[in-house]
């Protein structure tokens, strides 16, 4: 079964410190791969995806294929980061089905 | 344009009852997903609805059940409800069922059993 693994629950940084948010999925095809961010309070909301290969937010993920791996890279992390993050598997092509990762928690403290 | 809403947000049953869960879709969307997030875990897919036909389902027993409106609305059913039940229901809704077009969720209805 298709599965997605984000190994730290809680990810705690100072603010300016670099960010790497872990992702491995289990696919042997060609995924489809999202970062979904839910800030306090708000609704889960896309962040970036791989095809679209940009940085939003400062945020940029690399898929690896040989490790992979979809991991969330941010240089200088900044406290409106401070968010829950999800990695999600695109399913088959055609049922739109997403797999989540169970989240990590980024903490960016001043 | 309004988002993705569901209703209610909160609510509470017992034991064996049932619950009907709504989503209004993204003004424009024709598709609405459904997914369950226990506390502590990522969203886990029930299923969607494409044009009023289901499109594809997670591994959820078939008391789960749902539908779709001429209006792209959606209805998630939940009948004999079990403690572990309990959860948040997210709705999401896109333009076309492949998983690569943008997802839009709504809030969420917190379901609590007893």
């Known amino acids: 079964a298709q599965r997605v693994t984000q190994p730290e629950k809680l990810l705690s940084v100072f603010k300016g410190a670099p960010v790497e948010l872990k992702c491995n999925y289990s696919?042997?095809?060609?995924?489809?791969l999202f970062w979904y961010v839910q800030y306090s309070r708000q609704r889960l909301q896309l962040l970036l995806r791989?095809?679209s290969r940009e940085s939003i937010k400062g945020f940029t993920a690399d898929l690896n294929k040989g490790e992979t791996s979809f991991h969330l890279k941010k240089p200088f992390a900044q406290e409106e980061d401070s968010a829950m993050y999800y990695c999600a598997q695109g399913g088959r092509r055609n049922t739109g089905k997403l797999i989540f990762g169970q989240g990590t928690t980024l903490q960016v403290k001043p | 344009e309004t988002g993705v809403t569901q209703s209610p947000t909160h609510l509470i049953k017992t034991r064996g009852q049932q619950v009907t869960l709504r989503c209004s879709s993204q003004?424009?969307?024709?598709?609405v997903s459904w997914y369950q997030q226990a506390l502590g875990q990522g969203p886990q897919f029930i299923f969607q609805y494409y044009r009023e036909e289901e499109n594809g389902r997670g591994n959820f027993p078939p008391r789960f059940s749902g539908l779709q409106f001429p209006n792209y609305s959606s209805e998630l059913n939940v009948n004999a409800l079990e403690l572990d039940d309990s959860a948040l229901y997210l709705c999401?809704?896109?333009?076309?069922?492949?998983?690569?077009?943008?997802?839009?969720f709504g809030e969420g209805s917190w379901l609590t059993v007893v």
């Open positions: 696919y042997s095809g060609s995924p489809e």
């Open positions: 003004s424009g969307h024709n598709t």
């Open positions: 791989h095809i």
């Open positions: 999401a809704s896109s333009l076309g069922a492949n998983s690569g077009n943008t997802i839009y």
